[in-house]
T-cell receptor, first 110, second 114 residues
Framework: RKEVEQDPGPFNVPEGATVAFNCTYSNSASQSFFWYRQDCRKEPKLLMSVYSSGNEDGRFTAQLNRASQYISLLIRDSKLSDSATYLCSIAGAGSYQLTFGKGTKLSVIP | NAGVMQNPRHLVRRRGQEARLRCSPMKGHSHVYWYRQLPEEGLKFMVYLQKENIIDESGMPKERFSAEFPKEGPSILRIQQVVRGDSAAYFC????????????FGNGTRLTVT
């Protein structure tokens, strides 16, 4: 099993739709979880941290399932500007270093 | 804006030349990471440094690649005798001295080897 795995997509969804991505990880000792967004030929930008109890930021909701070792990102009311690649990243216990998934590509269509 | 600063944005080198990529971390950050990204690929960890110390270089090729983060000045990723396969986007990220802190990325250096 790869360290961090994501469905590469692409996910093509209409404006206003709700879309969800999952990211599985192999190291059960992982402690820190984040979602990043990367636009074409740009740097990754932090979207949100993922907390054990789940957290929400506007239209975005992140959840952690430790038992099944995955994190998820839910986007409600998709906008055209949400089109990007979404990267999950994970750090092990006592580690500063983040391991990234290959990303899931989202295209929001008018 | 005291974000992560990388330069140059674009770098073209002929095969066999040397490439030097620079990164200044975000103000207050003491940890620097270098990642490489090939087209349509994910971010691959290369090296993790703190001031004057290489903490983890497990992702960096043993030959031709080196990295430093001196007491004064930016972190440098150096690639000697570049080959076409070195063409990629190289991202630097910095983080605070704290577990559970996210990394913040610079806008990258796009290296093209001709």
């Amino acid at each position: 099993r790869k360290e961090v795995e994501q469905d590469p997509g692409p996910f093509n969804v209409p404006e206003g739709a709700t879309v969800a991505f999952n990211c599985t990880y192999s190291n059960s000792a992982s402690q820190s979880f984040f979602w990043y967004r990367q636009d074409c030929r740009k740097e990754p930008k932090l979207l949100m941290s993922v907390y054990s109890s789940g957290n929400e930021d506007g239209r975005f909701t992140a959840q952690l399932n430790r038992a099944s070792q995955y994190i998820s990102l839910l986007i409600r009311d998709s906008k055209l500007s949400d089109s990007a690649t979404y990267l999950c990243s994970i750090a092990g216990a006592g580690s500063y270093q983040l391991t990234f998934g290959k990303g899931t590509k989202l295209s929001v269509i008018p | 804006n005291a974000g992560v600063m990388q330069n140059p944005r674009h770098l073209v080198r002929r095969r066999g030349q040397e490439a030097r990529l620079r990164c200044s971390p975000m103000k207050g950050h003491s940890h620097v990471y270098w990642y490489r990204q090939l087209p349509e690929e994910g971010l691959k960890f290369m090296v993790y440094l703190q001031k004057e110390n290489i903490i983890d270089e497990s992702g960096m090729p043993k030959e031709r690649f080196s990295a430093e983060f001196p007491k004064e000045g930016p972190s440098i990723l150096r690639i000697q005798q570049v080959v076409r396969g070195d063409s990629a986007a190289y991202f630097c990220a910095s983080g605070a001295d704290s577990y559970n802190s996210p990394l913040h990325f610079g806008n990258g250096t796009r290296l093209t080897v001709t």
